[in-house]
């Protein structure tokens, strides 16, 4: 079993249960889910407030992380959709930070980012560095929810591709549903309101008649 690092303020170093063979991971408290390739180790950790787990291979480690951002506890499921302004470097800094098997003194800086629109929910995606090895990261927001990904051990972002893909939240289909809505909703307003009075289409059928 590998040991882990990570500061108090994601709790101690402590696994819930056994080492589990990886499967898609859902958060029993709600909080976040995600895929590992076959093969990999998933341990939950002890922390309060928020989810935590540890996911590896031989030579790959990754953290998840889900928990409550009160800053987006009102947004709708459409507007979190629509979140694409790139975090800035020192949040991208304080992420990576508490985890002190990448970042053992704590520095982690910003390397490059970028944000991902390919899937229906955007993905903020990182490189930081500080570390003895790249850390590659994403970051996903939902209303009231932020999840994280943080993985290290490859050279390229590339290897953890499919990982990110999968990091969400358990109610990731019910907010789709809604920021669908929402969207049509919105796309019907706005087609009302850029049409004709009603008095102007009487006076056209009346000259075309």
């Known amino acids: 079993m590998r040991a882990i690092a990570l500061v108090a303020i994601v709790g101690a170093g402590m696994t819930l249960g056994g080492v589990a063979a990886a499967e898609p991971w859902t958060d029993p408290a709600g909080r976040v889910s995600f895929e590992t390739p076959s093969g990999w180790r998933v341990q939950p950790q002890i922390a309060t407030g928020q989810t935590v787990v540890l996911a590896f291979n031989a030579g790959n480690d990754c953290y998840f992380f889900g928990l409550s951002n009160p ?56 490189e930081l560095g500080g570390g003895s090895r790249p850390v590659f990261g994403a970051v996903a927001l939902r209303p009231g929810f932020e999840m ?57 059928r009346r000259r075309n008649n």
């Open 71 to 126: 800053l987006t506890t009102t947004a709708t499921a459409r507007s979190a959709r629509n979140s694409t302004m790139p975090l800035t470097p020192e949040a991208w800094a304080s992420i990576g930070a508490p985890i002190r098997d990448f970042f053992p003194d704590g520095a982690a800086q910003l390397v490059s980012q970028s944000v991902d629109t390919s899937h229906f929910w955007p993905s903020q995606r990182a």
């Open 148 to 204: 994280r990904a943080l993985c290290s051990g490859s050279s390229s972002a590339a290897a953890y591709e499919s990982i990110f893909a999968s990091l969400g939240h358990p109610n990731d289909s019910r907010w789709q549903a809604e920021a669908e809505q929402q969207e049509a909703e919105r796309a019907a307003a706005a087609a009302a309101a850029a049409a004709p009075p009603e008095e102007e289409q009487s006076g056209r």
